[in-house]
């Protein structure tokens, strides 16, 4: 029998509904399968008073310390995040406040692994929880954790020595394989392990388009509103290109900001910003778009690439991570320069190919869940055995 602990800051609750639904769509796969049984635990950093009484940081001290998240046993322990340190203390903070815990669900549960779905803080403080609990730890990278923390002054030691020291190593893409090798970690215990999309779900839908009232050429952005996601880009691009809608699902600190960019080109008649979408709202939104753009600076493997291609749309994204992963024929889109006529040149393109939705949708076959989970079992076990 393989016992997983899955360790994850990056999973949804109920006041962040979207956050992390990969990691949390990851280990329902892996909990499903034969001769597997997993406990979750998703620690909560809070700062300290008074700050942590701001309605973002109240709201999630509400949070059940322990509950059943879609029959997945789970517990939300909380570690003190203190603010303008880069990170610095995270671990440690993490660490501290989950050697309590970790006992407490071995006296029950005898894992046998630990599965850390973040590289950092989760996977740092996983390394030092597997020393202590004398099992071995995986870490899987996913874009942030080693593009931000893997060469932040504060924390790319702890991260490097973290990939050097755990049991086994997972990245989202290849490209995220060869930043890793790039910061120091060896070539020959990274594993890729593409994330999945729900192909029953995110599929090509005739009705989208009257459901959601388009009638126009539509293209659609998902992602939070942050610089890093290009955002901004986007939205200049579709400024150019008459009778073109552009509507964007994400939420972020940069809302004003891109709002305050759509008025001043005077496109609000036609650009929209959605806020947070619902992840099952997600399917009826791509479906009905002609294309997906998304500028980002740096990514893993975005989710919301393969779920647009499962959808029949194809997409129109920078040469970031693993792209050419994504993008492997024509129909799939277009790899643009990051840069508002790159952007503007590839939607055009791909508006004129208007590429048959099925033949869009067999790029995203091979990511599926059911494959995510094997894998992934199959991984921990070899480090177990």
Do not use: C
């Not at 990278?141 to 932040?152: L, N, Q």
């Not at 900001?257 to 001043?264: F, H, V, Y």
């Not at 024929?329 to 393109?349: K, Q, T, W, Y």
């Amino acid at each position: 029998m393989l016992r997983v602990l899955t360790l994850s800051s990056l999973f949804p609750d109920e006041t962040r509904p979207n956050f992390g639904v990969f990691v949390e769509r990851q280990t329902l796969g892996l909990a499903a399968l034969p001769d597997t049984e997993v406990r979750v635990v998703v620690p909560i950093g809070l700062p300290p008073f008074p700050l942590s009484r701001s309605p973002h940081y109240a709201a999630l001290s509400r949070l059940p310390v322990r509950e059943i998240w879609k029959g997945l046993a789970m517990r939300r322990p909380r570690f003190l995040n203190l603010p303008a340190t880069g990170g610095r203390f995270h671990p440690a903070m993490l660490e501290r406040a989950l050697v309590p815990v970790l006992t407490a669900i071995r006296r029950d549960f005898t894992f046998n692994v630990i599965d850390a779905s973040f590289f950092f803080p989760d996977g740092v403080a996983a390394v030092a929880l597997g020393r202590r609990f004398d099992v071995p730890v995986s870490i899987k990278a996913r874009g942030a954790d080693i593009h931000h923390w893997g060469h932040a002054p504060a924390t790319a030691a702890g991260v490097l020595a973290a990939g050097r020291a755990a049991d086994g190593l997972l990245a989202v893409s290849s490209a995220m394989r060869d930043d890793m090798i790039a910061i120091g970690m060896s070539a020959d215990r990274i594993r890729v392990h593409h994330t999945g999309v729900d192909q029953t779900r995110f599929a090509p839908d005739d009705q989208a388009r009257q459901r959601i009232g388009i009638s126009g050429p539509l293209v659609v952005s998902v992602g939070a509103l942050i610089p890093r996601k290009g955002h901004d880009l986007v939205i200049e691009a579709v400024a150019r290109i008459p009778d073109v809608s552009l509507q964007i699902a994400g939420e972020g600190p940069g809302r004003a900001r891109l709002q305050a960019q759509i008025d001043g080109l005077g496109v609000s008649d036609r650009v929209r910003l959605l806020g947070s979408v619902a992840h099952h709202e997600l399917p009826s939104l791509l479906a009905a778009a002609d294309v997906m753009a998304l500028a980002s600076a740096s990514e893993g493997l975005a989710n919301a690439w393969v779920e647009s291609l499962a959808s029949g749309t194809p997409v129109v994204i920078p040469d970031a991570g693993g792209a050419r992963e994504v993008v492997d024929r024509a129909e799939a889109g277009r790899i643009v320069e990051r840069s508002v006529d790159g952007i503007a040149a590839g939607i055009l393109e791909m508006l004129a190919a208007a590429p048959n939705r099925q033949a869009v949708r067999a790029a995203a076959r091979r990511f599926t869940w059911e494959r995510n989970a094997l894998t992934l079992r199959q991984h921990l076990a070899s480090l177990v055995g």
